[in-house]
């Protein structure tokens, strides 16, 4: 956001939305507060230099406030072992109430299993029965992506154009997931 500056017709309204008072800005900024109330009142045309530290204060402070994938997920993380039979799966899926998991092959990440696609597998079987007990390791999509704990929520909203969930890593450990619901729960 460097070189950024907030247009002072805006600053009182971004302000707010901050949970900032005049006063709180005006020392982050290092300016006084009726250089401030000013501004916003249209009394005065900031300097560059003043609208900038202003700016400065403000977007540091959106930084603070913006959420990372690490205060929308949802953790532990719920997967299965790409051993385990369809029905298992399922009754995973079920007391959990979700609708898509990871599949691991012992600690590492071997892909994604959904509710929707074990149910068109199911659908278009001659035997569902037969097809519940099969090995998820045979019904396995592609892995869902992973993302740093401090990723910003606003950075996931294109990866959800094309997937359900992603996981969320700390170092080489998955410690959550996030997924479109978590999102917007969080807005």
Do not use: W
């Amino acid at each position: 956001m460097s070189g950024q500056v907030v247009d002072p017709s805006q600053l009182k309204r971004i302000r707010v939305q901050l949970g900032y008072t005049q006063a709180a800005l005006a020392q982050a900024a290092g300016v006084s507060q009726s250089v401030i109330a000013k501004i916003e009142a249209g009394k005065v045309d900031p300097t560059y230099r003043t609208i900038s530290e202003i700016s400065r204060a403000l977007f540091s402070r959106m930084a603070k406030k913006s959420k990372r994938a690490s205060d929308v997920m949802s953790s532990p993380v719920i997967g299965v072992q790409e051993s385990v039979v369809l029905s298992e799966c399922v009754e995973v899926m079920k007391r959990n109430s979700i609708s898509q998991m990871p599949v691991f092959s012992g600690r590492r990440m071997a892909g994604t299993i959904t509710e929707g696609q074990i149910m068109a597998t199911v659908s278009e079987a001659a035997d569902p029965a037969a097809v519940l007990g099969q090995r998820v390791k045979d019904h396995v999509l592609p892995a869902f992506a992973i993302v740093g704990k401090d990723t910003p929520v606003e950075a996931l909203m294109s990866l959800f154009r094309l997937l359900p969930a992603v996981l969320v890593s700390s170092g080489d450990e998955i410690v959550g997931i996030v997924t479109k619901i978590d999102v917007l729960s969080a807005a």
